[in-house]
C-alpha cells in the first residue's frame, strides 16, 4: 500500500512540477515592470477666469500621472501619451508576474503539502505518545 501512495505521490508531483514549469515559461516573456500605478486625470489651471475652473467637463488634459513609491516616500511624473501607453504596459508587466509568482508560491504549497504530511504522520505518532504522558499528571515528578 505504502508504495501505491507513493506512485500517487510521484504523478502529483509531476503535474505540479509541470505546472510549475508552466508558470515559469511565462515569466520569461515578461518585459520591464514598474512599481505603481498610472493614472490618467484632468486638471484645473488654476486660471479663475478659465472655464475649467468652474466646470469639471472642462478641465485640461487628460494628462498621465505615474506615481510609486521611492524609500517610503510617494513620487510621481507626468508623462507624455506615448511614455503613458509605454508605461501602462510596464504596470500591466508587473501584475502579470505578480500572479505569476502567487501561482508559483501555490503550487510550492501544494507540493510541500504533499510531502510534508506523509512524513510527519510517520514521525508524530511516538512524539505524540510522549506528549500525553508528559502533559498527562505530575508523574514525571514522582519519578
Ligand atoms: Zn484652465
Redesign the pocket.
Known sequence: MGKQSDKELQGKLRSYAKRYKEMKNQMHEIGFICPGSLVQRRM????PK????HDPE???GPYYQLSWKEKGRSVSRFLSPEEATLFREWVENRRKLTAIIDKMYDISQQVRDCMLPAKATQKRQPVRTKRTQKSGKPSQNAR
Do not use: L, V
Request: glycine share 10%.
Open positions: 484645473t489651471c488654476g486660471n478659465c472655464p475649467c475652473s472642462k478641465r485640461h
